[in-house]
């Protein structure tokens, strides 16, 4: 089984940073890549950004983060972060960490990971 814990949540200004931490515990090998996924209210699932790393690290991102939002991944402490800068009103939702398989998931599709965790809310306010 495996387990993932996100944290680093919570409210900031239009335009504020945050960072979001996901520690993966429990079969790693089960969770070679990881990915972070937003959820608004009445909204489905959004893909943010994933990592898959061996040798390299291989990133992707969906076109409404790509250049405010960064995504790395810690092999020795088992945890995956996003770096968030910019953030705008729309980015508000509850970010949920998944891991799953090991390729890099370049259209970042939900369907592709088996592990998730709770979520931790984002929420920015002008």
């Known amino acids: 089984q495996v387990q993932l814990v996100e944290s680093g949540g919570g409210s900031v200004q239009v335009g504020g940073s945050l960072r979001l931490s996901c520690t993966v515990s429990?079969?790693?090998?089960?969770?070679?890549?990881t990915a972070w996924f937003r959820q608004s209210p009445g909204a489905g699932r959004e893909g943010v950004a994933a990592?898959?790393?061996?040798?390299?690290?291989?990133?992707s991102y969906a076109d409404s983060v790509r250049g405010r939002f960064t995504i790395s991944h810690d092999n020795a402490k088992n945890t995956t972060y996003l770096q968030m800068s910019g953030l705008q009103p729309e980015d508000t939702a509850m970010y949920y960490c998944?891991?799953?398989?090991?390729?890099?998931?370049?259209?970042?599709?939900?369907?592709?990971?088996?592990?998730w965790g709770q979520g931790t809310q984002v929420t920015v306010s002008s």
């Open positions: 998944a891991a799953g398989p090991p390729y890099i998931n370049w259209r970042l599709r939900p369907s592709e990971y088996n592990y």
């Open positions: 429990g079969d790693t090998a089960l969770a070679k890549s």
């Open positions: 990592i898959y790393s061996a040798v390299i690290s291989v990133m």
